[in-house]
């Protein structure tokens, strides 16, 4: 391979100058024209990094502070505490301690918020179940039936308890015949728990 000459190599330098001064010319352009879009979007990346990071960590210090809160208050057994809880709280957690600090001191207003405002189908209709055991007494089985609508259908966990405690009230009047239109609904039903289809074919 032939050696280049000295005007080879200067034309060398000269195009790789001239390629530097056009690379470094393109360069400041697109940096003049651009260069305070990608300011910002370099601030905003660092913002919403920093906001996410702080986020996590109050997200951390919240969850830890309700932890100690709520087992502190079950340990002292305070009511009025996992009730602020449940102010304070969401989801299954805020049901959970409203539901806690009803068996505590039997606040019967406690059940009836849970029962109309919980956050989850699962608490909302237990508090049903236990008004239904404190307020049935004073209804007819006609407002009975009314009052635990809400829970006839399968999607409740506690449908099939629903459906028999309206047949028992109707019983309780001796109305046979609407007893028996709930009894028939649990008997004929496969899926319907042991217990209570047994109960429920000894009722008929």
């Known amino acids: 391979m032939a050696k280049k000459t000295y005007s080879e190599h200067a034309e060398d330098a000269l195009y790789r100058e001239v390629s530097e001064d056009v690379s470094t010319e393109k360069t400041m352009a697109f940096i003049k024209k651009y260069g305070k879009v990608m300011l910002y979007i370099a ?67 406690k059940l009836e918020k849970l029962a109309n405002d919980g956050h989850t189908r699962d608490f909302r209709d237990l508090a049903k179940i236990h008004l239904a055991g404190i307020m049935g007494d004073d209804m007819s089985a006609a407002d009975f039936e009314k009052f635990m609508s809400s829970l006839d259908t399968k999607s409740s966990p506690y ?44 009722l008929r």
Do not use: C, H
């Open 159 to 202: 449908y099939y308890n629903a459906a028999i405690l309206v047949a028992q009230k109707y019983l309780a009047e001796n109305d046979r015949n609407n007893a028996n239109k709930w009894l028939d609904k649990i008997i004929m039903d496969e899926n319907a728990p042991a217990i209570i289809s047994a109960s429920a074919q000894s």
């Open 43 to 109: 601030f905003a990346l660092f913002f919403a990094v920093m906001m996410f990071q702080m986020w996590r960590q109050y997200t951390a210090k919240t969850r830890l502070a309700s932890a100690v809160a709520y087992e502190t208050a079950i340990v002292n057994m305070d009511a009025n505490a996992l009730a602020a809880i449940a102010d304070d709280a969401s989801g299954a957690t805020a049901d959970l301690a409203l539901f806690q600090s009803w068996m505590m001191d039997k606040d019967t207003t």
